[in-house]
């Protein structure tokens, strides 16, 4: 059964910078994933940040990045705000149209 | 604007059933994938079903398969999600999302717009 892991909290100082990962348990995530991110504060929908790896949604401050590092995808938000406070969650496209979560990473700013 | 609003939720015993709708507007229905993610309580996201435009196309993640029924109607732009022999673990909000396939020139693979979500409680 494929994993998608992702650490399970994080902290950044305000104005400082962050990196998540997202990775497999088996296996490196590579583009053919098509890796996406998603911020979701709590109560509310998630809001799509990244796709395709590293492409920034409609709207999304051009402080938040995607890429792949090593053997898994990263978000990393540069110059971090309080309002980043938020679960984050990638995703996977793992074909025949079957996508996996991971766990989600609780990102603290503080 | 691309709207999605879920409907449906509820409290239901163990081992009935529940059918979530969504209303999707602003956007030409017919021409997305569509999915259901959910969410218990406390807990992460879930990737739980999609549907090709068409509907001669569905996918189910494990844990719902022979439970769970996604379905649509274009005329009417709704998708569905049809739940039946409910269990505990099925708790959650049910968020309905819109997918990006492709544009033009690559496949994308992502979730662009997403509902605010229906919650289901399965009581014991």
């Known amino acids: 059964q494929t994993v998608v892991t992702q650490e399970p909290s994080f902290s950044v100082s305000p104005g400082g910078t962050v990196t998540l990962t997202c990775g497999l348990t088996s296996g490196s995530v590579s583009t053919t994933y098509y890796p996406s991110w998603y911020q979701q504060s709590p109560g509310q929908a998630p809001r799509t940040l990244i796709y395709?790896?590293?492409t920034r949604s409609s709207g999304v401050p051009d402080r938040f990045s995607g890429s792949i590092l090593g053997n898994k995808a990263a978000l990393t938000i540069t110059g971090a705000q309080a309002d980043d406070e938020s679960d984050y969650y990638c995703v996977l496209y793992m074909g025949g149209g079957i996508w996996v979560f991971g766990g989600g990473t609780k990102l603290t700013v503080l | 604007e691309v709207q999605l609003v879920e409907s449906g939720g509820g409290l239901v015993q163990r081992g009935g059933s529940l059918r979530l709708s969504c209303a999707a507007s602003g956007f030409t229905f017919s021409s997305y994938w569509m999915s259901w993610v959910r969410q218990a309580p406390g807990k992460g996201l879930e990737w739980v079903a999609n549907m090709k435009q068409d509907g001669s196309e569905k996918y189910y993640v494990d844990s719902v398969k022979g439970r769970f029924n996604i379905s649509r109607d274009n005329a009417k732009n709704s998708l569905f999600l049809q739940i039946n022999s409910l269990r505990a673990e099925d708790t959650a909000v049910y968020y309905c999302?819109?997918?990006?396939?492709?544009?033009?020139?690559?496949?994308?693979?992502?979730?662009?717009?997403w509902g605010q979500g229906t919650l289901v409680t399965v009581s014991s």
């Open positions: 999302a819109r997918v990006r396939v492709r544009n033009t020139s690559s496949y994308l693979f992502y979730f662009d717009s």
């Open positions: 395709s790896t590293n």
